[in-house]
Nanobody
Framework: QVQLVESGGGLVQPGGSLRLSCEAS????????WGWYRQAPGKQRELVAT???????NYADSVTGRFTISRDNAKNTVYLQMTNLKPEETAVYHC??????????????????WGQGIQVTVSS
């Protein structure tokens, strides 16, 4: 059974920084794309950032230039470095992973997983 476990959340003042981590454990073949999402109270879950197996990244417009997603394939871990945090970014942050198998023509998704989420609170 595959589990994603987030860490690094907590309380930070406006303008501060946090680094989230998410590690996949269990029997997993390969992780294709990783993603970070967040859900604030009363709002829908929204995409924050993704990183593909190629290393290419994508960010929500609201975090571009302030957040950086990265991955360590050897550790089956993804990171989200967040800087200049704003109060409206208070939310539960979830990581997501696509499990894939690689073949000569590319890759095929065989499953996907979500972490249980970690609270990030931006407040003075």
């Amino acid at each position: 059974q595959v589990q994603l476990v987030e860490s690094g959340g907590g309380l930070v003042q406006p303008g501060g920084s946090l680094r989230l981590s998410c590690e996949a454990s269990g029997r997993i073949f390969n992780i294709g794309a990783w993603g970070w999402y967040r859900q604030a109270p009363g709002k829908q879950r929204e995409l924050v950032a993704t990183i593909r197996s190629s290393g290419s990244t994508n960010y929500a417009d609201s975090v571009t230039g302030r957040f950086t997603i990265s991955r360590d394939n050897a550790k089956n871990t993804v990171y989200l470095q967040m800087t200049n945090l704003k109060p409206e970014e208070t939310a539960v942050y979830h990581c997501h992973a696509d499990e894939v198998i690689f073949y000569s023509g590319g890759q095929r998704k065989i499953d996907d997983y979500w972490g249980q989420g970690i609270q990030v609170t931006v407040s003075s």
